[in-house]
């Protein structure tokens, strides 16, 4: 499956994003998706995963409340709601895709497709 992500962009502390997360080449019913995101000079780090049906979801805890993750099978789309962005939320963030279920979707290396990152900047 190939992934291409979008959304991204510059936005005041308080305020919000949208991004999706558009597949192509599979069914996105296949996959478990996640979003991970990277900050300049710090490890990527797991931010959120929906289940294939998109009944279960997992937060990273300081985005439970702020962010929204939603998919649509049909669409093979997922996007990432992001609320009360705060400026440690800037990042290049990423969506993939995984066959594996929890507990191991919390760890980037089982997600075997990346899309090519979405900068997110946050002023404050």
């Known amino acids: 499956v190939q992934l291409q992500a979008s959304g991204g962009g510059l936005v005041q502390a308080g305020g919000s994003l949208r991004l999706s997360c558009a597949a192509s080449?599979?069914?996105?019913?296949?996959?478990?998706m996640g979003w991970f995101r990277q900050a300049p000079g710090k490890e990527r780090e797991f931010v959120v995963a929906?289940?294939?049906?998109?009944?279960?979801?997992y937060y990273k805890d300081s985005v439970k409340g702020r962010f929204t993750i939603s998919r649509d099978n049909a669409k093979n789309t997922v996007w990432l709601q992001m609320n009360s962005l705060k400026p440690e939320d800037a990042a290049v963030y990423y969506c993939?895709?995984?066959?594996?279920?929890?507990?191991?979707?919390?760890?980037?290396?089982?997600?075997?497709?990346w899309g090519q990152g979405t900068l997110v900047t946050v002023s404050s």
């Open positions: 993939a895709a995984t066959i594996n279920d929890d507990p191991y979707i919390y760890n980037g290396y089982v997600y075997g497709y």
């Open positions: 080449g599979r069914t996105l019913s296949r996959y478990v």
């Open positions: 929906i289940s294939r049906s998109g009944g279960s979801t």
